[in-house]
């Protein structure tokens, strides 16, 4: 057990000041600091930023991005012939396949199938030559004609 000492007991009562650390940069543009600053009467001052919120880097000509995209590609990608949208439908209701069938075989996704017969996909000559050994019925010499 710890002892204590003897001699006669003295308190100390030297003083003890605390002192509040001074807000943050970031505590000071917090709105409710600003409010509560205006509300009492403290003195705020707003800085305006110059070029604020604008994104300009240089002051060289601009080049339109849109200009040089058009000038190096063309502007629509070639779709599925209209004709060969037809031959596949024709070709897969003659065998008596469901669309998901048809994917399976040729080992795409049932969404490729339903783009080339809507006509919304880009040709691949890899599917088209999967398509043409499965329905047996010629596809690839009709693109884009």
């Known amino acids: 057990m710890p002892t204590r000492s003897t001699?006669?007991?003295?308190q100390d009562w030297k003083p003890v000041v605390l002192h509040k650390s001074k807000p943050k940069a970031q505590d000071l543009r917090n709105p409710k600091a600003v409010n509560q600053a205006l509300r009492t009467g403290a003195?705020?001052?707003?800085?305006?930023?110059f070029d604020a919120g604008l994104n300009k880097k240089t002051s060289g000509?601009?080049?339109?991005?849109?200009?040089l995209d058009e000038g190096t590609e063309p502007a629509a990608l070639e779709r599925v012939a209209g004709e060969v949208r037809h031959t596949i439908q024709k070709a897969r209701?003659?065998?008596?396949?469901?669309?998901?069938?048809?994917?399976?075989?040729?080992?795409?996704r049932v969404q490729v199938v339903q783009e080339y017969e809507n006509g919304k996909a880009v040709p691949n000559q890899a599917?088209?030559?999967?398509?043409?050994?499965?329905?047996?019925?010629?596809?690839?010499?009709?693109?884009?004609?």
């Open 127 to 145: 599917v088209l030559a999967k398509m043409e050994r499965v329905l047996g019925v010629k596809l690839r010499g009709k693109i884009g004609k």
């Open 7 to 10: 001699g006669a007991m003295t």
């Open 61 to 67: 000509p601009v080049v339109n991005a849109r200009k």
């Open 43 to 49: 003195e705020v001052t707003t800085v305006k930023k």
């Open 93 to 108: 209701l003659e065998k008596k396949m469901s669309q998901a069938e048809l994917a399976k075989q040729i080992n795409e």
